[in-house]
């Protein structure tokens, strides 16, 4: 079985400060990990994924991610707050194995940005 | 390149109808899994479609039901529609490792009345 839990529903920070999203994971066997942005009435979209390689893995929109099997964590940062970085964000888990892929997302964190 | 692509966008059914959500994968995709997400929450996995065959089922039930064809295009049905069913659904095609990942549509937006 595999969980996730996002840690705070809601953040806000300041334009140009740094963003840090929390997320933990429970997974029995060595999961893959994702991080999903959803703007308003719209779908999910990829930021970046963990599937194995390295532990530090860089997204799109100036986006990263750190995986730390000893925390079982996989936070999301961002040096710099954008405006355009408000939205809902969501952390997801699957099982690699063929068969088994599918995703279990956290109740997502709700980023709002301070001008 | 087209991503995933979903229809309708909207609509509006009665309580104790029946629906069907349609899915067109991205190219080169050949899986299919369906997701629900309530207002306020993340997504529910609801069921996976990998060679027209269910291959995984969440927690949802015999309601929801699904369908794969051929070109890997899908359909969710939903039975005798409950309130309780209002809810964006995602439509997610995904490829095999090594090249693994998920690109979802945009999503269909039931209001049960």
């Known amino acids: 079985a595999q969980s996730v839990t996002q840690l705070g529903s809601h953040v806000s920070v300041s334009e140009g400060a740094l963003v840090l999203l929390r997320c933990n994971y429970s997974?029995?066997?060595?999961?893959?990990l994702f991080w999903y942005v959803q703007y308003p009435n719209q779908g999910l979209q990829l930021l970046l994924k963990?599937?194995?390689?390295?532990?530090l893995v860089k997204g799109i929109n100036g986006f990263e991610a750190e995986f730390k099997k000893s925390e079982t964590s996989f936070h999301l940062t961002k040096p710099s707050a954008h405006m355009s970085d408000a939205a809902e964000y969501f952390c997801?888990?699957?099982?690699?194995?063929?068969?088994?892929?599918?995703?279990?997302f956290g109740t997502g964190t709700r980023l709002t940005i301070i001008p | 390149d087209a991503g995933v692509t979903q229809s309708p966008t909207h609509l509006i059914k009665t309580r104790g109808q029946q629906v069907t959500l349609r899915c067109s994968p991205k190219?080169?995709?050949?899986?299919v899994s369906w997701y629900q997400q309530a207002l306020g929450q993340g997504p529910q996995f609801i069921f996976q479609?990998?060679?027209?065959?269910?291959?995984q089922r969440g927690n949802f039930p015999d309601r929801f039901s699904g369908h794969q064809f051929p070109n890997y295009s899908s359909e969710l049905n939903v039975n005798a529609l409950l309130l309780g069913d209002s809810a964006l659904y995602l439509c997610?095609?995904?490829?095999?490792?090594?090249?693994?990942?998920?690109?979802f549509g945009s999503g269909t937006r039931l209001t049960v009345v």
């Open positions: 997610a095609s995904s490829s095999p490792p090594p090249n693994y990942g998920y690109t």
């Open positions: 997974s029995s066997v060595p999961p893959y």
């Open positions: 963990y599937t194995s390689a390295a532990t």
């Open positions: 997801a888990v699957s099982d690699p194995n063929f068969g088994n892929e599918k995703l279990t």
């Open positions: 190219s080169g995709h050949d899986t």
């Open positions: 479609y990998y060679e027209e065959e269910e291959r």
